[in-house]
């Protein structure tokens, strides 16, 4: 009978240990660093846009003024 009870606790310790062949603690995963590179801009492009309406203000100023001798 102790062979039996033997041969009992080990069959049973031979099926348990496949349920615990996973573990139970959460996985781990590396995360991927995102970088995110972004080109300077140029203050050139908004000083042309201005210069561009200075100059369009000056000219009508400047057709004004031509228009009105006396």
Excluded at 4 to 16: C, K, N, R, S
Excluded at 49 to 57: I, S, T
């Amino acid at each position: 009978m102790k062979k039996v009870m033997t041969l009992a606790a080990a069959g049973m310790i031979a099926l348990t240990a496949p349920a615990f062949a996973g573990a139970y603690g959460d996985s781990v995963v590396a995360e991927e660093e995102v970088v995110v590179v972004e080109e300077a801009g140029s203050s050139l492009g908004n000083t042309g846009m201005a210069l561009l309406g200075l100059a369009l203000v000056a000219g009508i100023i400047a057709a004004s003024d031509s228009s009105s001798e006396e």
